[in-house]
């Protein structure tokens, strides 16, 4: 047994703790920085679909450690055990020690395993976050299988069957809900992705419940899927992808508090309540909606890494500035040449928190002229507050410019800006590079005409003597 010494230890190297590593380095330049994580090698998980296809292959969706080991930190290869929060000490699987001044929780989420009978039968895979787990899962769906079922069809779902369907593999995707993505999508942005994926040969099965995963007579392996009120479905495969739930076995040990959501409760400096030296960051820690403060299940890694920056700029001193003032969701992906994502609210989550809202909308050229190569209309669509005319939210489909239209209104949510403040917002334009005139300007001009014939404004006659 070795004892060792650091002045910040982060458990866990995902986007959150990665971050919160590079950020310390810069703001704490003269403390020690030490990462522990079970892998040497981790995944950029955003990119884990992509193995599959566009990348082929794990090595080519590594999340790097060069920025990290470069500003100084350090990274050891193994598990922590227990966390003594009074001695400040943490327990390694080796019987290790390290002694710490400030403490990163980073550990993560564990996929959420549905009670389904079956699930347990070999060639059905959980969806993991894991380097030697998708290595397992790249050599399976290399090897002679033909058709594969993915049960869920949220973002992670309609990408895993997108890239799985381009090596030739005939795909089902699963969904409960009458929609795929129907929990982050509009509707008619949800059928638009349905459409992309129909004429790319994925099978859809929407508004569709698993009863049962089959193996052959007297074998172990999957071989059917039993889907209520349809035939059986052979398949050589199972993917699972139907959400992830904090991973907050160490938290619990410690006796820190978690939320009604599951996470560790963290302040807005993503401190924990019983310990201002101890942090949480990413899936691990609770996360409050930025306009409602409810819970919500934010779990994706731009928010982790979010987290990762607030916590390693208020390590050993609190920052006011720059703190969490909530979660602006914001989700992407692409489908061949269709990418769409949204931020924020949609209409539908607008109306059931009860917020009464107008809507903008635009349909743009991402090119001027139009007939530039590589054009792609964009179409652009935001949700504003009836009464303020505040940005609730935004949704895009378009082409490459659709990942940073959505930053530009997860910006303007953040900025808490109103419809005249985007109307009148000054932009570049550049025939290749953009529309003639920016979605956003243009959607919320539309959401602006909606509102003045709602609220019709004031109009005072004028005449040479006076006002009548």
Same mark, same amino acid.
């Given at each position: 047994?070795?004892?060792?010494?650091?002045?910040?230890?982060?458990?866990?190297?995902?986007?959150?703790?990665?971050?919160?590593?590079?950020?310390?380095?810069?703001?704490?330049?003269?403390?020690?920085?030490?990462?522990?994580?079970?892998?040497?090698?981790?995944?950029?998980?955003?990119?884990?679909?992509?193995?599959?296809?566009?990348?082929?292959?794990?090595?080519?969706?590594?999340?790097?450690?060069?920025?990290?080991?470069?500003?100084?930190?350090?990274?050891?290869?193994?598990?922590?055990?227990?966390?003594?929060?009074? !001695?400040?000490?943490?327990? /390694?699987?080796? *019987?290790?020690?390290?002694?710490?001044?400030?403490? &990163?929780?980073? +550990? #993560?989420? =564990?996929?959420?395993?549905?009670?389904?009978?079956?699930?347990?039968?070999?060639?059905?895979?959980?969806?993991?976050?894991?380097?030697?787990?998708?290595?397992?899962?790249?050599?399976?769906?290399?090897?002679?299988?033909?058709?594969?079922?993915?049960?869920?069809?949220?973002?992670?779902?309609?990408?895993?069957?997108?890239?799985?369907?381009?090596?030739?593999?005939?795909?089902?995707?699963?969904?409960?809900?009458?929609?795929?993505?129907?929990?982050?999508?509009?509707?008619?942005?949800?059928?638009?992705?349905?459409?992309?994926?129909?004429?790319?040969?994925?099978?859809?099965?929407?508004? !569709?419940?698993?009863?049962? /995963?089959?193996? *052959?007579?007297?074998?172990?392996?999957?071989?059917? &899927?039993?889907? +209520? #009120?349809? =035939?059986?479905?052979?398949?050589?495969?199972?993917?699972?992808?139907?959400?992830?739930?904090?991973?907050?076995?160490?938290?619990?040990?410690?006796?820190?508090?978690?939320?009604?959501?599951?996470?560790?409760?963290?302040?807005?400096?993503?401190?924990?309540?019983?310990?201002?030296?101890?942090?949480?960051?990413?899936?691990?820690?609770?996360?409050?909606?930025?306009?409602?403060?409810?819970?919500?299940?934010?779990?994706?890694?731009?928010?982790?890494?979010?987290?990762?920056?607030?916590?390693?700029?208020?390590?050993?001193?609190?920052?006011?500035?720059?703190?969490?003032?909530?979660?602006?969701?914001?989700?992407?992906?692409?489908?061949?040449?269709?990418?769409?994502?949204?931020?924020?609210?949609?209409?539908?989550?607008?109306?059931?928190?009860?917020?009464?809202?107008?809507?903008?909308?635009?349909?743009?050229?991402?090119?001027?002229?139009?007939?530039?190569?590589?054009?792609?209309?964009?179409?652009?669509?935001?949700?504003?507050?009836?009464?303020?005319?505040?940005?609730?939210?935004?949704?895009?489909?378009?082409?490459?410019?659709?990942?940073?239209?959505?930053?530009?209104?997860?910006?303007?949510?953040?900025?808490?800006?109103?419809?005249?403040?985007?109307?009148?917002?000054?932009?570049?334009?550049?025939?290749?590079?953009?529309?003639?005139?920016?979605?956003?300007?243009?959607?919320?001009?539309?959401?602006?005409?909606?509102?003045?014939?709602?609220?019709?404004?004031?109009?005072?006659?004028?005449?040479?003597?006076?006002?009548?």
């Amino acid at each position: 047994m070795a004892e060792l010494t650091t002045d910040i230890l982060i458990v866990g190297g995902g986007p959150g703790g990665m971050m919160a590593g590079l950020t310390a380095s810069q703001f704490w330049p003269k403390k020690k920085i030490l990462m522990v994580r079970p892998e040497s090698e981790s995944v950029i998980p955003c990119g884990i679909p992509y193995i599959f296809g566009t990348l082929g292959g794990t090595k080519e969706d590594v999340l790097g450690l060069s920025p990290f080991l470069a500003s100084g930190g350090e990274l050891r290869v193994g598990r922590v055990l227990s966390i003594d929060r009074s !001695a400040r000490t943490a327990l /390694l699987e080796d *019987k290790d020690v390290i002694h710490w001044e400030r403490l &990163v929780l980073g +550990t #993560g989420g =564990e996929n959420v395993v549905p009670p389904i009978p079956g699930v347990d039968l070999e060639g059905v895979f959980i969806l993991q976050k894991d380097y030697d787990f998708q290595e397992r899962l790249f050599r399976t769906m290399t090897s002679g299988i033909k058709r594969v079922a993915i049960i869920g069809g949220g973002f992670v779902g309609v990408e895993f069957a997108d890239e799985i369907r381009k090596r030739g593999i005939e795909v089902h995707l699963i969904e409960m809900l009458p929609h795929l993505m129907q929990a982050n999508l509009d509707l008619d942005l949800c059928i638009a992705v349905e459409k992309q994926l129909k004429t790319n040969g994925v099978q859809l099965h929407i508004g !569709a419940t698993v009863e049962a /995963l089959l193996p *052959k007579e007297g074998g172990k392996k999957v071989a059917k &899927v039993r889907i +209520t #009120g349809q =035939e059986e479905l052979p398949v050589d495969a199972v993917l699972v992808s139907i959400g992830v739930r904090p991973n907050v076995t160490l938290a619990k040990d410690m006796g820190l508090t978690l939320s009604r959501s599951g996470g560790i409760w963290v302040d807005a400096f993503q401190r924990s309540r019983e310990d201002s030296a101890i942090f949480a960051v990413g899936d691990c820690a609770h996360k409050q909606d930025f306009f409602t403060r409810k819970a919500i299940h934010a779990m994706f890694a731009s928010q982790a890494a979010a987290e990762g920056r607030i916590a390693g700029m208020n390590l050993y001193a609190l920052r006011q500035p720059r703190y969490n003032a909530g979660s602006v969701s914001v989700y992407a992906s692409q489908i061949d040449g269709l990418a769409f994502g949204v931020v924020g609210m949609t209409e539908e989550q607008a109306r059931h928190e009860g917020f009464p809202f107008i809507v903008g909308e635009a349909r743009l050229p991402d090119h001027h002229p139009s007939t530039l190569p590589g054009t792609t209309e964009t179409y652009c669509r935001v949700i504003l507050a009836e009464d303020s005319t505040q940005i609730l939210g935004g949704q895009i489909l378009g082409g490459p410019t659709t990942g940073e239209l959505l930053n530009t209104i997860g910006l303007a949510v953040q900025m808490h800006a109103t419809a005249l403040d985007l109307a009148s917002m000054q932009f570049g334009s550049q025939p290749r590079l953009t529309s003639s005139i920016h979605p956003l300007v243009a959607a919320t001009g539309e959401a602006l005409r909606r509102h003045r014939a709602l609220h019709p404004p004031c109009e005072t006659m004028h005449t040479g003597e006076g006002h009548t």
